[in-house]
T-cell receptor, first 112, second 115 residues
Framework: GEDVEQSLFLSVREGDSSVINCTYT??????LYWYKQEPGAGLQLLTY?????DMKQDQRLTVLLNKKDKHLSLRIADTQTGDSAIYFC????????????FGKGTHLIIQP | KAGVTQTPRYLIKTRGQQVTLSCSPI?????VSWYQQTPGQGLQFLFE???????NKGNFPGRFSGRQFSNSRSEMNVSTLELGDSALYLC??????????????FGNGTRLTVT
């Protein structure tokens, strides 16, 4: 079945760039999403990219998609303490059934 | 616009009981989806409703059910609760009438604890 893989932890220094990576298996994925979850909260939509694009930029966020390798990344420029959270990658398959498939999430830890 | 609202925020129930969770979508959104989040299994899709009809269903037992009302508000029900049903239940809405792939906007969830 479909699967989405992410590293569990990423530690970066405040002010540096963070790059969170994700791989997926469903070649029919149409849209790929990045969500952020802070403690005690739900999921906040950060950005999303259509599968026929290879890059999308939105202020400090840059999404890169390598469809051939089924690899998605989220770059956060000038990482701040408020960026500390769990980041989830998710994909919607071509059929649209079964909702979104999520990765297990990457804990982003900011060092002062 | 107000975001997705879920009530209650916290629930404690006993094994064997049943529970009903409520979700009010963003105004104008007619699609509501439900997800279960646990430390072990992560985020898993439960079901999706659009215009009062269940459109998609995940791989959960029949004890998990839902419905959607004419005002797009949705409820999910879990009967005969088990300890393993303890989880954060997240509701999401989207504007599927505008685009099939409109992104999901999530509420803050209902934390269910089964003892």
């Amino acid at each position: 079945g479909e699967d989405v893989e992410q590293s569990l932890f990423l530690s970066v220094r405040e002010g540096d760039s963070s790059v969170i990576n994700c791989t997926y298996t469903d070649s029919s994925s149409t849209y790929l999403y990045w969500y952020k979850q802070e403690p005690g909260a739900g999921l906040q939509l950060l950005t999303y990219i259509f599968s026929n694009m290879d890059m999308k930029q939105d202020q400090r966020l840059t999404v890169l998609l390598n469809k051939k390798d089924k690899h998605l990344s989220l770059r956060i420029a000038d990482t701040q303490t408020g960026d500390s959270a769990i980041y989830f990658c998710a994909e919607r398959g071509g059929g649209g059934a079964d909702g979104l498939t999520f990765g297990k999430g990457t804990h982003l830890i900011i060092q002062p | 616009k107000a975001g997705v609202t879920q009530t209650p925020r916290y629930l404690i129930k006993t094994r064997g009981q049943q529970v009903t969770l409520s979700c009010s979508p963003i105004s104008g959104h007619r699609s509501v989806s439900w997800y279960q989040q646990t430390p072990g299994q992560g985020l898993q899709f439960l079901f999706e409703y659009f215009s009062e009809t269940q459109r998609n269903k995940g791989n959960f037992p029949g004890r998990f059910s839902g419905r959607q009302f004419s005002n797009s508000r949705s409820e999910m029900n879990v009967s005969t609760l088990e300890l393993g049903d303890s989880a954060l239940y997240l509701c999401a809405s989207s504007d599927r009438s505008r685009s099939y792939n409109s992104p999901l906007h999530f509420g803050n969830g209902t934390r269910l604890t089964v003892t």
